[in-house]
């Protein structure tokens, strides 16, 4: 038996909703200087077989690249292996579930009831019974705290009457000069006057009660609390009170303590305030599930010494990030920001620069996310009732995947939201499930149970189960018969199912292009999640998407973006400077300091030098509007010397399709990413390998079998050719109608259509 050697494997897990996949890689024994790569897919819950999918997932990879038989519940060693890269739902499950830890709010006085008022948003405003998402915190405690801006930031004279400070920058030069100026001090009224991390004036009206708050902090761990949030007006720019309180907390006791102005000092109190408790709410179930994650292995992984295995996890904005800097509002996206990371790296080109829409279509959900040379970031997001103020990127959901619950109701065919999950899954996963889109598929023959995993039933050994699927079609058919009409034929009611859910899909991708001024029809179709190669080839013809990427991973690209993704580490500054001539070199100063703290924490990391990208970005807006955009600007921008107000109104004017030209621009916050580079060049794209290949069309002598399979406008095709994606080579064309199946993914080409393989993908083209 041929040794692996020590700190070789790699391995990437990605948790979802029904399966959990892992992808690894190892020294290949016969090439060292070539790797061999291990596909494992579990179902993310089988508590009868295993307790932690990952970890299982982790447990059969081991076996597969030493050969060795490790016993199931056995603590792993990981001394084979270089690193573990992690996403996870768990997070975001807690929250949509509302099964997060219970915590406490400290907050301002007199701010109380402030989270729970909002933000007066009114998304359902004719509803007649609005049922509004209660708060996350449990209990509420106020601090006799109060700090206040010098000035008020409509002052059309606000910098001439503004606070003036010597060049040490603490002490004052001239005070307050503006309406409310009490006529004798430097600001509005008696307080000490400090200057905030934004420039800003500040006046402490009020300092804390130390004593008393700490007596409070004590009356809430005798009652059982052990997280908090604590949220104190204007702390994004003077966070010292909720230091001191923090200090305080984690004196007394508290495991977990979420202060607004350390997770993301940015100006709103209330996202800040909402995304403190989100934080408190989330953090610690992330922290018992890691802990039973870690529980299954050696001490080496937890100890962070550098001879020992990374663990490292997706971020919800496409970053890596080490345990140090991973919590629950860090993870909300954790599970599909692999399959975006994974398909952007992969499809992109560079020199042609074709749009990409990423389409996810999972066991429960299907994500929806665009690509076109960078990651598009959103930083305020509702999710489940709960707007959070966090760097996420913008991936839209719909609850239409494989899992999803078809239903007949009032006449109309329905594609979820509800879902049939892992437990028991779908009617054909043999647990007595519901009928789901999965069930479809299976019926009109876009699943084939012989080349389907054999991991059902209570043996984990059985195939997939058409009889129970067929059963329950024909009971809803009966319904559906009943209540029209025209008789509809079995075939027909299976596919109006799927068409129900195909549009489902298609809504997400229409609010990311054609509601932002992008035409769908021009960007490329990245298919990938488990059931995606059944529907891409219907969804593009849909929405005028003539060519279509699906990986050869594509059903575990959540996973195999987790071994192509980058180290990320970002800070970010409050700011609260009007963007002038002169401003500009005061905040270059700002972003260099900031630009040299990321460079030193990535440097600790293991990045440095050309392995490093560094992003600089200001968040700015027009004077008089609360929509601030960040804006990072490229060569072409102004005099191309990071010209921010250049970027600032190219950006405006895109996303909202007029400028304000009279107006000032702010600059509310300053913001430095850095990037630790996982690969320097992933290689030629597909574009260019398929412009350059021979191709070679398949004839149908070479299928794997033939089988009977349901298509548009065409009908059932008896002997549509079953191709395996393992038995084609490079160059090979097949022509629909067809089936491509590997271990892990079916995909179906419609009339029409062509598919040629190239090294890493099926390059599909749909005919006019």
Known sequence: MIEVPDRSIRICADRGGTFCDVHASYPDPLNPNERKDIIVKLLSQDTANYGDAPTEGIRRVLEIATGETIPRGSVLDTSKIDYIRLSTTVATNALLERKGHRHALLITKGFKDLLLIGNQSRPRIFDLNIRRPSPLYSEVVEVDERVTLVGYTSDPKSEENAIQWNDDGTSIQRGYRGPGWDGEGDAEGPGDIVRGISGEAVRILKRPDLDLVRRNLQRLYDT?????????????????????????????????????????????????????????YLTPILQEYLDGFFYGFDAKLKDGRIKSPRVEFMGSDGGLLDLNNFSGLKSILSGPAGGVVGYALTSWDADRKYPIIGLDVGGTSTDVSRFDGRYEVVYETTTAGVTIQSPQLDINTVAAGGGSCLTFRNGLFLAGPESAGAQPGPACYRKGGPLAVTDANLLLGRLIPDYFPKIFGKSEKEPLDSEASRVAFEKVAKDINESHEINLGLDEIVYGFIKVANETMCRPIRALTEARGYSTGKHVLASFGGAGGQHACEIASLLGIKTILIHRYSSILSAYGLALADRAYELQEPSSTFYSAQTRQYLIVRLDKLTSDVKAELKRQGFEGDRVKIERMLNMRFEGTDTALMVLPNENDGDGAEDFEAAFRRVYKAEFGFLLDTKSIIVDDLKVRGIGKTFDHLGESVYSEVDRLEKNPVTRGRADSTYSVYFDKVGRVAKTPVFLLDNLGVGDEVTGPAMIIDNTQTIVIVPGARAVLTSKHLYITLGE
């Open 224 to 280: 059982g609390y052990r997280s908090l949030a604590i949220v104190l007006v204007h702390s994004y720019t003077f966070p010292e009170h909720e230091i001191q309180i923090g200090k305080l907390a984690r004196e007394v006791g508290f495991t977990q303590v979420s202060e607004s102005s350390q997770l993301l000092p940015m100006i709103k109190m209330v996202p800040r305030g909402v995304s403190s408790t989100a934080d408190a």
